[in-house]
């Protein structure tokens, strides 16, 4: 039971992981669009 | 190309085709469809992204982010969201019941008849699907090289059907294994090429600020708009719904990872999955970019496809004249632009000279639409279709590479398409011997009865596919709306499987109208044209849902709850 629940966490921290991963992927091709293109 | 070249590339081809009949020996049926789920995450990560990209992708991927920037990247933000809902709620259930397609637990869930539709959906967008990615690279090769493309076709066809035959699912995943290596780095090595090839030691930076100025670098845009295909929205709200129906429902990608050795190593795939996607899609786009930048600073080809250039010159020489050297003159006052932008040090506050660039930059796109619409207008003349964007990155690699590099790149078409095409052929008879043939028949097949009518079906999809791919060569108009085909069928696919998740008192009678309903509402949006193909997987997959809920409350007997609980 409680190595289930240890599995159970672990899947959870890499899922929030992911999430996290994404959104530092968003944002930095946020900045690198504000960096590099020119917007007129 | 030249011998070395050509020596090469046969050399790599012909080694993995011995490579994957090597890996096809002593197989049972169990190993033929689904690789004795003994695969490691690493094997059934490659198998994933290998099954997902086709040889469009790395030769279309960088003429689009030439043609269009890198907004294209917007796409894959909904990936890594639906790598998550599949690892944590698809990939248990389909482990744990042992399912050999994804549709054998709707069958499960719902009832056969539930299956078979879903079944039917699945075979007839990725089966015509399958055809037009045998023909995207074929047309290309035969106009760069001037090959017969029925030949090509046969080719590519041929030798990859050897080893998917033999092996089924356990050749392709040690095959797309080796493939997808040898593809990363060729792309790998095509970038330090065109770096090193930027004219007088321009560095990397300055290709950025050239490409910046002509808003290539519009990897993120708000601006909302229902037609458009990429951008934030679409990207997020759209790439997660397309993503969870293509990795979660379609038995493509669905045969890869349930082939892994048990939950944890089919889970660690696609979470892996979700987390190199958008950096290698970059990479690609990137390649395109620093292409726009390498051809702005040397010579832009007025149209990348050399034959289809020829012809119109040859046919209108007057026009073609006029166009090229409105283009010639235009590239020119363009280079002067830019070495001024170089001088004031990509000052982003000198607005007029920017404003001076788009300017040029919107005239060329007009000299250079005047000249697609000649091939329009002649098009059974010219014989090339109007859009130049899959022969930009081989152009250059025709054109500037050094011998050795070039047979390698060229390799990697044929690879991406073995990759992609085995993974769908194998995932196309499995479905169709397991999900039709043996619900048929009254007697269970033995093993093997099953590995034969497997290795049937597999020889059968393969040649639907050449017979579509044919086809395909004499329906030029036809190609754009087939490669919008998978979303047209991949939302209420998508529906019918998240009802089966998460509406457990939804019965099957009821999922089953809604899938019918809700294909209709599909077709008609999209007839309509009123929204952006990434929104119709949002549509349709709502649309299963709510109508799905609709029909058991308003038809459906009331009764004990099914039936989640039982099959977890």
């Not at chain 1, 996290?20 to 007129?40: D, E, P, R």
């Not at chain 2, 079944?119 to 090769?141: D, K, N, Q």
């Amino acid at each position: 039971m409680e190595h289930k629940n240890t599995e159970r966490i672990r899947w959870k921290i890499w899922y929030v992981a992911l999430l996290i991963w994404l959104i530092v992927m968003i944002i930095c091709s946020f900045l690198f669009t504000l960096k590099w293109n020119v917007a007129l | 190309m030249s011998i070395v070249d050509w020596v090469i590339m046969i050399a790599t081809l012909l080694g993995i085709v011995i490579y994957g009949v090597y890996k096809s020996r002593n197989k049972d049926a169990a190993a033929f469809i689904g690789a004795d789920r003994q695969l490691p995450w690493h094997v059934v990560l490659l198998g994933i992204m290998a099954t997902q990209a086709s040889a469009i992708t790395f030769i279309s991927g960088p003429g689009q982010a030439f043609s269009d920037g890198m907004r294209f990247l917007q796409y894959y933000f909904g990936l890594p969201l639906a790598m998550i809902v599949i690892a944590a709620v698809f990939v248990p259930l389909y482990q744990r019941l042992k399912v050999r397609t994804a549709y054998e637990f709707l069958d499960e869930r719902f009832d056969r008849p539930t299956r078979i539709f879903t079944g039917i959906l699945f075979l007839l967008s990725r089966g015509i699907s399958t055809g037009m990615s045998l023909y995207a690279p074929a047309i290309v090769l035969a106009t760069i090289f001037h090959w017969n493309i029925y030949f090509i076709i046969v080719i590519i066809t041929l030798f990859m059907l050897l080893y998917t035959y033999l092996g089924g699912a356990g050749a392709i995943a040690h095959t797309q294994k080796l493939q997808f290596v040898i593809i990363l780095s060729a792309m790998a090595l095509a970038a330090y090429f065109i770096i090193q090839l930027l004219p007088g030691d321009t560095p990397v930076r300055d290709a950025l600020h050239i490409a910046g100025a002509n808003n290539k670098l519009n990897m993120i845009t708000t601006g909302f708009d229902w037609k458009d295909k990429y951008n934030i929205y679409s990207g997020i709200i759209g790439g997660f719904f397309l993503a969870l129906s293509y990795f979660g429902t379609d038995n493509s990608q669905v045969g890869r990872y349930i082939g892994g050795k048990g939950v944890r190593e089919s889970r660690l795939g696609l979470l892996m999955n979700g987390i190199v996607k958008i950096p290698m899609q970059f990479l690609i786009l990137m390649i395109g970019i620093l292409l726009f930048s390498f051809y702005s600073l040397t010579t832009t080809p007025l149209f990348f496809n050399e034959q289809a250039e020829h012809k119109v010159a040859q046919h209108f020489p007057e026009q073609y004249d006029r166009l090229s050297a409105t283009h010639r003159q235009l590239t020119e006052q363009l280079k002067s632009r830019y070495a001024v932008l170089k001088d004031a040090g990509y000052d982003p506050g000198d607005v007029s000279v920017y404003r001076e660039i788009r300017g040029l930059d919107s005239a060329q796109k007009a000299n250079k639409n005047e000249f697609k619409k000649l091939i329009r207008e002649h098009s059974s003349l010219i014989g090339a279709s109007d859009d130049d964007t899959n022969f930009i990155f081989l152009h250059f690699v025709k054109r500037y590479l050094p011998v050795g590099t070039v047979g390698i790149i060229f390799c990697i078409i044929f690879l991406a398409s073995w990759g992609s095409i085995s993974a769908a052929l194998h995932s196309l008879a499995t479905s169709t011997l397991l999900d039709f043939h043996m619900q048929l028949k009254r007697q269970p097949y033995s093993d093997e009865q099953q590995l034969r009518w497997g290795r049937f079906y597999t020889l059968f999809w393969g040649l639907f596919s050449m017979v579509i791919a044919f086809f395909a060569t004499r329906m030029k108009s036809l190609i754009e709306a087939v490669n919008e085909l998978g979303s047209l069928f991949y939302g209420p696919i998508l529906g019918i499987f998240l009802v089966a998740f998460f509406a457990r008192r939804v019965k099957g009678r009821a999922v089953l109208a809604a899938g019918l309903v809700s294909e209709i509402v599909v077709l008609v949006v999209y007839w309509s044209d009123t929204v952006g193909f990434l929104w119709l997987n949002v549509i349709g997959s709502l649309c299963v849902v709510l109508t799905g809920l609709l029909f058991q409350v308003l038809f459906g007997k009331p009764s004990v709850l099914p039936d989640i609980k039982r099959l977890e």
